[in-house]
């Protein structure tokens, strides 16, 4: 069985946030030119960051605009997620969620 947790309103993905049973997060919604150190530079204060990337597009290079990020620490990914969903980066405000699969 597969689950993916993009969204708040998934009983699912609440379960999993609220244990806090998730240590890589989605991260949505980045400037197009945002890149790996930006993306990194703007998480790690939450906690050891074990993998940042920033999905691009294998022709041109540039960002897709969403990308990923993965703590130590499943509590640390927590804090991430509750701080960090909604603020600005790179002048965009940018979604997080869980990105649990299993």
Known sequence: ??????????????WMIARQSCSKLFVGGLSYDTNETVLK?????????IEVKVICDHKSG??????????????AAGKALKDMDGKLVDGWNIRVHCAYRG
């Open 41 to 49: 530079e703007a998480f790690e204060q939450h906690g050891e960051l």
């Open 62 to 75: 540039k960002s897709k605009g969403y990308g990923f990020v993965q703590f130590s620490s499943e509590t």
């Open 1 to 14: 069985m597969k689950h993916v947790c993009f969204s708040w309103t998934s009983p699912f993905c609440r």
